[in-house]
């Protein structure tokens, strides 16, 4: 999952073309769409008792550390800041 969630923001999300706006907005779509299920689908197992709370735990911990790459990566990919350098 964790793989597959970055690929539309990495691939879509740079357009800075004003025709491909309709990318842009599926592109914030299938990232959310992701990141939901990223965090739905071990709770739901942890509710329904096929995992315990330190898999649960461990999962909600890597899912933290990964939005923040993510994060990290779209405000040092930004361009705007370093123009005057």
Same mark, same amino acid.
């Given at each position: 999952?964790?793989?597959?969630?970055?690929?539309?923001?990495?691939?879509?999300?740079?357009?800075?073309?004003?025709?491909?706006?309709?990318? %842009?907005?599926?592109?914030?779509? +299938? @990232?959310?769409?992701? /990141?939901?299920?990223? &965090?739905?689908?071990? #709770?739901?197992?942890?509710?329904?008792? %096929?995992?315990?709370?330190?898999? +649960? @735990?461990?999962?909600? /911990?890597?899912?933290? &550390?990964?939005?923040? #790459?993510?994060?990290?990566?779209?405000?040092?990919?930004?361009?705007?800041?370093?123009?005057?350098?």
């Amino acid at each position: 999952m964790y793989v597959l969630l970055p690929m539309p923001l990495l691939f879509f999300g740079g357009s800075s073309s004003d025709s491909g706006n309709s990318w %842009v907005e599926a592109t914030k779509f +299938l @990232t959310g769409a992701s /990141a939901i299920g990223s &965090i739905a689908i071990p #709770a739901i197992l942890k509710h329904a008792g %096929v995992i315990g709370w330190g898999a +649960l @735990t461990m999962e909600f /911990a890597s899912f933290f &550390i990964f939005v923040i #790459a993510m994060v990290w990566y779209i405000r040092m990919s930004d361009d705007d800041e370093y123009r005057s350098l």
